[in-house]
């Protein structure tokens, strides 16, 4: 009979669990940044162009600070976590003689995420979603846990390879469309008479050059877009759902870009398994091998992307590089970071200084559902602030800091009072069949031993 209690190998302690934690918290604080215009703006209203929001020079810095060091990063960190996560979880399945329990608990505890997500899409409006992405991810990994770590990582850089491959297509097909237009417009000079294909071609073509042209308004199409956006927000409650239900279907709904969501997220996930395999992501390495895998991994991710940012910067409609390498400069820089709050959390003063994180992570759960409900409903809702529209880039990093900074100091005192957040409580009590405990019973400190703080 399999034994109750199974043995971790060689992941032991307190800080492998500490770093976990502090890293899920930075993340689940840190995809924010990335969220907030989507909460907080018309979006459709610069869409086609990001200095249309606005663009001072703190909204420059801001937003390529953000393009170049964080954006995609911590979605990507918090999927390293979520392959590591599994690897914690289903240790007792990785031996023969185990119970078919475990395996049952995963699809239910996952499942579960799926139909939590659907709460958040549907229930709070939240379009930008990741809880039924990750859960539907879940249910793949499970195969995979005794794979080798240099195969999950082989698989792991699949969507990479995907992503370089259509982007090179991409680049190609951009050139071959700027020499048509050349042509056509050569032709057109000329006083030849164009057909109906290349005319829309031209038409086409110049609607995107118009996007870039400040001076100009946005297309009649682009506007209708922006004036239903605008009325669907201040209509009311009812009509803020729909027009989310909308956009959440014309994006997902046909499952390609769940699809394609789902995929990047289980190739992070292989990565994640790797990484724990390799004792990388638990902090088991020296702090050389931190300190060099963070200038490497920083190093390649972000001088691609600032390549990038400073072709997206000239703001025309040349091929852009980062659309071949966009995937692998995400993951080389959410590598970075897995090595640096590593490298951090190896010293005293850093394991000081990121402590408070670690109640974040713990609740990780509810702080990301919490963050949308107040974001949506109450600071950019019109019954609520009514801040919606008002910000450019830079304000609205702004904002999102001291909406993280609220939520830091939530979870800090909520886990002082409460085993878990409260939806991690609801979730674990129904993936195990049981009431799970919640609140914190008193804390009798031993002779010798110092209470805990």
């Known amino acids: 009979m399999a034994s109750e209690a199974v043995e971790l190998g060689p992941v032991r302690g307190r800080a492998r669990i500490d770093v976990l934690d502090v890293m ?44 170049i060091f964080w954006d ?87 969507f990479a390879a995907f992503v370089a491959v259509s982007g090179a297509i991409e680049y190609d097909e951009r050139i071959e469309t ?31 050059r118009d996007a870039h042209d400040l001076s100009k308004p946005p297309s009649k199409k682009a506007q209708a877009m922006i004036d239903a956006e605008r009325r669907a927000h201040v209509a009311g409650p009812w009509v803020f759902l729909k027009n989310n239900w909308g956009v959440w279907n014309k994006v997902f709904g046909d499952g ?27 902090g088991e390495r020296s702090i050389g091998f931190y300190a060099v895998t963070a200038i490497a991994a920083y190093a390649l991710g972000c001088g691609l992307r600032a390549w990038g940012v400073a072709e997206i910067f000239r703001f025309d409609l040349a091929p852009k590089p980062n659309w071949i390498t966009d995937e ?29 994180f670690k109640a974040v992570g713990r609740m990780a759960f509810s702080i990301y ?17 009514d801040l919606w529209d008002r910000f450019g880039w830079a304000q609205l ?7 993280n900074a609220f939520m830091l100091v939530f979870a800090n005192v909520w886990m002082r009072f409460y085993v878990s ?26 002779i010798g031993t110092l209470a805990p703080a």
Not at 29 to 45: C, H, R
Not at 334 to 354: C, D, E, I, Q, W
Not at 397 to 403: F, K, P
Not at 421 to 446: D, H, I, M
Request: aromatic share 12%; with cysteine.
């Open 256 to 282: 390609n870009g769940t699809f394609f969501t789902v995929l990047e997220a289980v190739c992070a996930m292989f990565i994640g398994m790797a990484l724990w395999k390799w004792g990388v992501i638990q």
């Open 178 to 208: 700027i020499h048509k237009v050349e042509a056509l417009e050569a032709k057109q000079a000329q006083g030849a008479k164009l057909n109906e294909a290349d005319t829309k071609t031209l038409s086409d073509w110049q609607e995107k």
């Open 369 to 385: 559902v919490l963050t949308s409900v107040v974001t949506l409903w109450l600071i950019f809702a019109p019954w609520g602030l």
């Open 72 to 158: 995609g990063t911590q979605r990507g960190l918090f999927e390293f976590l979520f392959g590591t996560g599994v690897m914690v979880f289903t240790a007792k399945a990785m031996h023969p003689d185990d119970r078919v329990a475990v395996a049952d608990l995963y699809y239910r505890r996952n499942l579960l995420l799926v139909a939590f997500g659907l709460i958040d899409i549907f229930v709070i409006a939240w379009i930008g979603d990741i809880l039924l992405a990750y859960g539907l991810s879940a249910l793949f990994l499970f195969p995979f846990r005794k794979a080798p770590a240099k195969a999950l990582l082989a698989m792991g850089m699949g």
């Open 328 to 356: 692998f400069a995400r993951l080389a820089v959410t590598l970075g970071h897995v090595a640096l709050f590593n490298l951090v959390m190896k010293t005293v003063a850093g394991r000081s200084l990121l402590r408070p």
């Open 421 to 446: 957040g409260p939806l991690e409580w609801v979730w674990r009590s129904l993936a195990y069949g049981r009431r799970q405990p919640f609140v914190r019973g008193p804390v009798k400190p031993s």
């Open 24 to 67: 899920r918290g930075i993340a689940i604080l840190g995809i924010l940044y990335m969220n907030i215009p989507y909460m907080g703006t018309n979006v459709v209203s610069w869409m086609g162009d990001i200095r249309r929001l606005s663009w001072s020079g703190a909204d420059q810095t801001t937003w390529a600070t953000i393009a």
């Open 397 to 403: 990093a702004l904002a999102a800091s001291v909406i």
